[in-house]
């Protein structure tokens, strides 16, 4: 599962960076917002005039179950495909404030597992989907290490930690930019998926859009590629029309 996440990962930062920079070179004093505009801050941040709007860690729609796992910029959707990778299976939350800063959350009640060779990345199993209480459902969090592999999750949740129970809005971590020691380079973000389970008490693999849940219901907002609103707000009509 973690070989394909951080290479999916590597392919959408390369490819930012590529569109980033053509960007750049094209219009550097266009006032701008939306993610192509936080990628030209990011290589640039005097260029570029921002309308950057975050949306906060903890935030809790009206209705929604979960809360925001961390905040930021709510920059590749789920569903988002950026030249050529495939479809996102979660979201990509960016921070401006670089590894190690920004806090990650629980985003829902659970017991949080940490497989014995992830450097980055925790996963929460959640007994009953609080949208569809029968089934079990997994909600998985990474990118939180630094590109030498450096974590920067709690030490109460080490290397092989198994089932421990978590509350919303538990610490969990804090973003990095740890990308599988991949050549490409990602920016400071959260990678944060819902995840399917097999069934059998075991999740599926979170690379795969048909394994992996559209979030928008379970935060409030629309956060689905094909009606996402960028930036992304609470909203009862979370759904696309
Ligand atoms: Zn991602």
């Given at each position: 599962m973690k070989t394909v996440l951080k290479w999916g990962c590597g392919l959408v930062g390369l490819a930012l960076i590529g569109v980033g920079v053509l960007l750049l070179t094209a219009s550097p004093q266009l006032r701008t917002s939306g993610f192509l505009g936080f990628i030209r801050y990011q290589l640039n941040p005097k260029a570029v005039d921002l309308d950057l709007i975050e949306t906060p860690a903890l935030e809790h729609c009206p209705g929604a179950p979960f809360v925001a796992p961390t905040a930021g910029w709510i920059g590749v959707m789920y569903g988002d495909s950026i030249l050529g990778a495939s479809n996102h299976s979660g979201l990509d939350i960016f921070t401006l404030e670089g590894n190690g800063v920004t806090p990650v959350y629980a985003a829902y009640d659970g017991f949080v597992t940490r497989l014995p060779d992830w450097t980055s990345a925790v996963i929460i199993r959640h007994p009953a989907d609080p949208l569809n209480p029968e089934r079990q459902i997994w909600t998985y969090y990474t990118h939180m290490a630094d590109v030498e592999g450096n974590d920067y999750i709690v030490d109460t949740i080490p290397p092989g930690a198994f089932e421990l129970e978590v509350k919303q809005g538990a610490l969990l971590g804090y973003q990095g930019d740890y990308?599988?020691?991949?050549?490409n380079r990602v920016s400071t973000h959260l990678h944060f998926s819902l995840v399917l389970d097999d069934g059998a008490g075991q999740f599926l693999n979170e690379t795969g859009i048909n394994n992996t849940l559209d979030p928008s219901p379970y935060l409030g907002m629309r956060l689905n590629s094909l009606c996402a609103d960028r930036p992304p707000a609470c909203r009862p009509d979370f759904s696309c029309p």
């Open positions: 990308n599988g020691r991949s050549p």
